[in-house]
Each structure stands twice: as structure tokens, then as C-alpha cells.
């Protein structure tokens, strides 16, 4: 039988950093749709939900292909984790279709370059790579340092009296926020998207960003005609 493999799309209506943000548009589709269109070309996805509290962004969901999930209020504020949403999703789809979800899916429309391979790269990490997790993380390089309280900023990934050349550095892999894999059983007893054996899927550093704030909205859509091309 083929496993059920549900993606889930988190899209609440509320957004403090860019108002309306899972509607704004990059390279002519709402961040909802972009994120949508890449789960659908995702081969491995087998069905695609909306969790919102938004008519509008539940009518662009389904325009773009996906099905809605209604989230209510009390997982649909800023303190909501997208675990809430994702677990709330799961069980409302599992109960409409009758039918139980082998792996479930988050994917953030606030990653507005997200693909069907990436998609697809971290669903098989679960269904056939033997993980309990997985997520897509890209190759970086970065010296991340801290504000001290007393003494100023020091080194958290390294130490800042030494400078190592990148090639003598350990390979460090950031967390680019677009798509996680969760085997449903053991994310509905954890409750959390990390657990078991969690996977890295690499991802291209030049298509992560986050539309957080409107700076990166503005960046998302002048490398849109790049990227999208």
C-alpha cells in the first residue's frame, strides 16, 4: 500500500513582522501559494493542507491546490507552536479521510524558495532513509558570536582568540526553516518535530531565506526573477 504522506502548511492570519505576510506576494504568488505548489510537485506528498484561522488565505490555499484545515483560536496566536498546528491538521485529516498518516510534513510558507525536491528530499529520509526525522539544513561557515554582559560579545561556535581557515573548521549545517519529516506515530507521542534519529537533508544556501521581516520580503522578491527562473 503507499504510504500516506501528508504535508502540512501552516498560515495563521496574524503576523506582527510583515502584516498580512502569508499573503504578500513573491514573484506574483502569495507566500501561501509558492508554498503550496511546491508540495504539490513534491512526488512523494500525497496530500497537501492549509492550517488557517484567514478566509482569504483558505481561498488562496485551495486556489492554489491545497485542501484547508480551519485552526481555532486557541492554537491561531503568537505563542502557538506550528507543532500545535501541525498535530491539530493531522488529527482533522485523519478523521475527515478515515485513514491513518505514515508521515507527516512541515512546511513554512515564510521559505519562499522551497521546492518539490527539497520536499521530496525529506519525506524519503523518513520513508526510506531509516530516519524518524528530518529536515533540510544548508552548508555554513559563519564565526556566531554572543553579546556578554560584562566582558562584550564572545564566540559561540568558536573560539574567538583563534581563527582557524574554513577547510580546518568542523563542517557546522544551519537550520534553513523550510521543510521538516516526522513519522506521525512518533511525532503524535512526542509531540515535537525533532525526535528518534533526526536527518539532515542538505539544502541549496542560495535559495534559504525567511521572510520574517519587510527586509526579507523586499529580498525575496528582487531574487524571485532569479531563482524562480
Known amino acids: ?3 500516506v504522506v501528508l504535508a502540512v502548511i501552516p498560515a495563521r492570519g496574524g503576523s506582527k513582522g ?4 502569508n499573503l504578500a506576494e513573491v514573484g506574483g504568488v502569495p507566500l501561501v501559494g509558492r508554498a503550496v505548489r511546491a508540495c504539490v510537485a513534491a ?3 500525497t496530500d497537501v493542507v492549509v492550517s488557517t484561522d484567514d478566509q482569504v488565505i483558505a481561498g488562496a490555499a485551495r486556489a492554489a491546490g491545497a485542501g484547508v484545515v480551519s485552526r481555532p483560536v486557541a492554537i491561531a496566536g503568537d505563542t502557538a507552536s506550528s507543532e500545535a498546528a501541525v498535530l491539530h491538521a493531522l488529527d482533522a485529516y485523519e478523521a475527515e479521510r478515515g485513514r491513518l498518516v505514515d508521515v507527516v510534513l512541515l512546511v513554512q510558507c515564510t521559505s519562499p524558495f522551497v521546492t518539490g525536491a527539497e520536499i521530496d528530499a525529506v519525506a ?3 520513508l526510506d532513509g531509516g530516519a524518524d526525522s528530518a529536515l533540510t539544513a544548508a552548508p555554513f561557515h559563519g564565526f556566531v558570536w554572543r553579546p556578554g554582559t560584562t566582558d562584550g560579545g564572545y564566540g559561540v561556535n568558536h573560539d574567538k582568540t583563534v581563527r582557524p581557515r574554513r577547510q580546518d573548521r568542523p563542517e557546522e549545517l544551519l537550520e534553513t526553516g523550510t521543510a521538516y519529516a516526522m513519522r506521525a506515530d512518533g511525532f503524535r507521542k512526542t509531540g515535537h518535530r525533532f525526535f528518534g534519529r533526526t536527518v539532515l537533508v542538505r ?3 542560495a535559495r534559504v531565506l525567511e521572510v520574517d521581516d519587510p527586509a526579507d520580503l523586499t529580498r525575496a522578491r528582487a531574487l524571485a526573477p532569479l531563482l524562480d527562473a
Open 124 to 126: 524519503s529520509a523518513v
Open 18 to 21: 510583515v502584516p498580512g505576510k
Open 1 to 3: 500500500m503507499t504510504p
Open 203 to 205: 539544502a541549496d544556501p
Open 43 to 45: 512526488a512523494a506528498v
